[in-house]
């Protein structure tokens, strides 16, 4: 039997976790079937739900926790306002816990939400008990503190949070006549699903989904779930990235966070907006390539009769990874002489020798990469070879 001592309950945590499901469970039918809902109710739950996720993803998150770019006045407001609607605490506090969580992750001992502690731990029982004080210690935020925006939130925090939860919803519902209906549906719906789409992230984006950037933390990317939590799916690039604006890289991923940040961006309320160079990105996808793929052969060793064609493909393997890896390097250098040389300001014509220089290198690079996945993927085909041989 365990002699570790339990926390208190954290009464405040315990009711809003449990009372708001319940009262949306039993009041959203009850209204439903005795007044319906209106187009509008709808639709203001529609913007609520946006507005407090966002506000926590590309706000509390990116903006604030990680510092992945700055923001204006407007965007600040914003992001703090419907931020306390989320009803996860102050920014301060959100965001001293959040960096914890990236300075120890996995820790059982000083990860507020370790994934490693299991699935209903990091989805929402470390909230239930009060967490040790070297845990909730707020630090790590002296720079937080010093915004006077920030700092006005955390002091008004459970005001403006009763505000943007409840009144605003009544406000706005008695200007067309459905006070109930909009409370309830942009108030406590959203809330209550707002609060375990925020929660996944904590919890199955660490459990489910792949490992394509580093297996250094439980961190996955997994693009379905980035469908409820505004783009934050890809965890296993923003755990190695965190400093990234972005959560999916590439254009196409599904991340609303992103695309809110780089509008914004459009129109001077976003700037300094941060991003991995791509051939970072590409050694680091490269590698774990590596990894899975010389993970796939080692299981097949234990068959002696294979074992030296195994360890032959395995040599032919990392040549390639090494020509990859240098034409990375060679992309890198010339990427980083041209952006110098723009920061410089030299002359057109020594700028468009280095443009067209690192494209070149970009070019083989990519040569080289069709190669490498043509070779690391025809490790399949071995090992089923040597598995039908067999």
Excluded at 50 to 62: E, K, Q, V
Aim: aromatic share 14%; net charge positive.
């Amino acid at each position: 039997m365990s002699n570790t001592k339990k926390q208190p309950i954290d009464l405040k945590s315990v009711l809003v976790l449990t009372l708001t499901p319940i009262a949306a469970v039993i009041f959203i039918p009850y209204y439903a079937i005795t007044y319906g809902f209106s187009l509008a109710d709808w639709l203001w739950f529609a913007f609520f739900m946006m507005a407090t996720g966002l506000s926590i993803t590309a706000g509390y998150h990116r903006l604030w926790s990680h510092r992945a770019y700055k923001a204006n006045a407007v965007l600040k407001i914003f992001f703090m306002l419907f931020g306390a609607g989320a009803l996860q605490n102050s920014i301060i506090k959100w965001s001293s816990d959040h960096r914890k969580h990236h300075r120890f992750v996995d820790d059982k001992e000083m990860d507020p939400y370790a994934a490693t502690k299991g699935f209903w731990y990091s989805h929402f029982g470390w909230m239930l008990r009060e967490l040790p004080k070297k845990v909730a210690k707020v630090e790590n935020v002296a720079d937080l503190q010093k915004d006077k925006i920030v700092a006005f939130q955390d002091k008004y925090y459970v005001p403006l949070a009763i505000f943007m939860c409840a009144i605003l919803p009544m406000l706005i519902g008695a200007t067309y006549g459905s006070i109930g209906g909009c409370l309830l549906l942009a108030g406590l719906l959203r809330l209550v699903l707002n609060h375990h789409f925020t929660f996944f992230i904590n919890s199955l984006a660490h459990i489910w989904g792949k490992q394509r950037y580093s297996d250094e933390t439980t961190a996955r990317d997994n693009p379905l779930l980035s469908l409820v939590t505004y783009g934050e799916g890809y965890h296993n690039f923003h755990h190695k990235y965190a400093g990234d604006y972005r959560n999916g890289v590439k254009w196409y991923d599904f991340d609303p966070s992103k695309w809110v940040i780089y509008l914004s961006s459009k129109i001077g309320w976003a700037y300094d907006l941060k991003t991995t160079p791509k051939p970072v990105i590409e050694a680091a996808k490269a590698s774990m390539q590596l990894k899975h793929t010389q993970d796939k052969l080692n299981k097949k060793k234990s068959d002696n009769r294979y074992i030296e064609t195994i360890m032959d493909f395995e040599t032919r393997l990392e040549l390639q990874y090494k020509t990859l890896f240098e034409s990375i390097k060679a992309w890198a250098k010339a990427k980083q002489e041209h952006l110098k040389a723009q920061k410089e300001k030299q002359s057109a014509s020594h700028l468009s020798q280095l443009k067209a220089h690192y494209k070149s290198l970009k070019r083989k690079f990519k040569a080289e990469k069709k190669i490498w996945r043509a070779v690391s993927s025809s490790s399949s085909n071995l090992t089923q070879t040597t598995s039908k041989a067999a």
